[in-house]
């Protein structure tokens, strides 16, 4: 079973990421009526608030089985912080501008705070995604009673992957910011 929960964990990762960046840029990506963009962005940011908790069901559950306590880092206070204000996002999103009820001029005054707020939790994902990175290198590290060399494959694989995180945030974020 511990197995399936880490592998959870793992493709939690290369999926989740990729719908919410083309979650954040389907206004830019997907050639189609406004509706239709508005549409997507919603189901795209609602499967990755999806799998957002299954991945974190997923650790509590490993942690559980494996007697380690929960909650205990940085990146998991930060996981824990990320999901709830993306869930509130995205329902205050819904019922701002899917639901009839918010004036155009109520909308007009919410979409920038939407924008930084999307923008900024975007970042708060990449960033617990890399300290999680970080941290499983280091449990590794300890796990295994040995240093880990800084050109070792495992130290190269890991720094290579947050590198490359951190370039596609970036490139992510100069798209959403430019006209």
Same mark, same amino acid.
């Given at each position: /079973?511990?197995i399936?929960?880490? =592998?959870?964990?793992?493709?939690?990762?290369?999926?989740?990421?990729?719908?919410?960046?083309?979650?954040? =840029?389907?206004?830019?990506?997907?050639?189609a009526k406004?509706?239709?963009?508005?549409?997507?962005?919603?189901v795209?940011?609602g499967?990755?608030?999806?799998?957002?908790?299954?991945?974190?069901?997923?650790?509590?559950?490993?942690?559980?089985?494996?007697?380690i306590k929960? /909650?205990y880092?940085?990146?998991?206070?930060?996981?824990?912080?990320?999901?709830?204000?993306f869930g509130l996002?995205w329902?205050?999103?819904?019922?701002?501008?899917?639901?009839?009820?918010?004036?155009?001029?109520r909308?007009?005054a919410?979409?920038p705070?939407?924008?930084?707020?999307?923008?900024?939790?975007?970042?708060m994902?990449?960033?617990?995604?890399?300290?999680?990175?970080?941290e499983?290198l280091s449990f590794?590290?300890?796990?295994?009673?040995?240093?880990?060399?800084?050109?070792?494959?495992?130290? /190269?694989?890991?720094?290579s992957?947050?590198?490359?995180?951190?370039i596609?945030? /970036?490139?992510?974020?100069l798209s959403t910011?430019l006209?």
């Amino acid at each position: /079973m511990l197995i399936y929960q880490k =592998l959870v964990l793992e493709l939690n990762i290369l999926f989740n990421i990729p719908y919410v960046c083309t979650a954040i =840029l389907a206004y830019k990506i997907i050639p189609a009526k406004k509706e239709v963009q508005k549409t997507v962005h919603l189901v795209l940011l609602g499967s990755g608030i999806i799998l957002g908790a299954i991945g974190i069901y997923a650790v509590f559950k490993f942690h559980n089985e494996s007697n380690i306590k929960n /909650m205990y880092s940085l990146h998991s206070w930060l996981g824990i912080g990320t999901i709830c204000l993306f869930g509130l996002q995205w329902i205050s999103a819904l019922f701002a501008f899917v639901f009839p009820g918010a004036s155009q001029r109520r909308r007009d005054a919410i979409y920038p705070w939407h924008v930084f707020l999307g923008v900024f939790l975007y970042s708060m994902v990449i960033g617990t995604a890399e300290l999680g990175i970080l941290e499983r290198l280091s449990f590794q590290e300890l796990s295994m009673s040995m240093r880990i060399d800084r050109f070792s494959s495992q130290a /190269m694989l890991v720094n290579s992957t947050g590198l490359v995180i951190l370039i596609f945030a /970036m490139l992510v974020v100069l798209s959403t910011v430019l006209p």
